[in-house]
């Protein structure tokens, strides 16, 4: 998920790292300096369209390595969010920085996440403007509801329960779609969802460009 276009990082000292409050929090979390850069995979790929399987492994350097390295490509991309698929790999599996309507920063992963459905009638409806990673250069208002619970398990297999509001609600709700074959373009009109199509022709070798520099200054 792109970082909403009105905004920069946060940098309120107020910060939550996998659910749990702290003092305060480096501009790059410790995973981005150990991970390297990956291809992000863009919409049309066979991998972004199909269910991810379970995490079976926990603890494993494998998957130390898989989140560092999404980290580090979700700076890059200048995302909110990043799922295992968009880097090509088919693993329940996302993580995260991004901020709530409140200016609080929500830092972390999660493994194996499981969206709580919401009872009929107890989360507000919101549209409001969302980007993708895979759909690079386009924007588009998605109604998502305006609080989201996931649970799931971190790297080590700690349960955790993650809950988003406002802005990161949509984020939690963005990659929980990923995991299961979704992207936003699937919650869009026809029409809609080919004006997002010409936004990413128009726009994705800027977008192409501005990574790799983004790259060339992290090292």
């Known amino acids: 998920m792109s970082v909403r276009q009105e905004r920069s990082r946060p940098v309120d000292r107020r ?3 996998r659910g749990r409050p702290v003092d305060s929090y480096p501009r790059l979390p410790p995973e981005a300096g150990r991970g390297s850069v990956r291809r992000v995979t863009e919409v049309g790929e066979e991998v972004l369209s199909r269910p991810c399987r379970e995490v079976t492994a926990f603890g494993s350097p494998e998957l130390s390595a898989l989140i560092d390295d999404m980290f580090v490509t979700m700076y890059v ?4 969010g990043l799922a295992a698929n968009q880097v090509g790999v088919d693993l329940r599996l996302f993580v995260y920085d991004c901020p709530d309507d409140d200016g609080i920063r929500h830092v972390g992963h999660l493994v194996n996440p499981v969206l709580d459905q919401p009872d009929p009638g107890s989360r507000r409806l919101v549209d ?16 998502r509801t305006d609080r989201a619970v996931v649970r799931g398990f971190d790297k080590d297999g700690t349960p955790l329960v993650i809950e988003g509001l406002g802005y990161f609600a949509r984020c939690l709700q963005h990659e929980s779609d990923h995991l299961v074959g979704h992207t936003y373009l699937d919650r869009l009109s026809r029409r809609d969802r080919k004006d997002a199509l010409r ?5 994705r070798e800027e977008v192409f460009a501005q990574r790799a520099l983004r790259a060339a200054d992290l090292g």
Not at 77 to 80: D, F
Not at 136 to 143: H, L, N, T
């Open 15 to 17: 910060v939550r790292v």
């Open 77 to 80: 991309a200048e995302g909110a």
């Open 128 to 143: 409001d403007f969302e980007g993708c990673l895979s759909v690079p250069g386009a924007v588009m208002a998605v109604p």
């Open 199 to 203: 936004q990413t022709a128009e726009r």
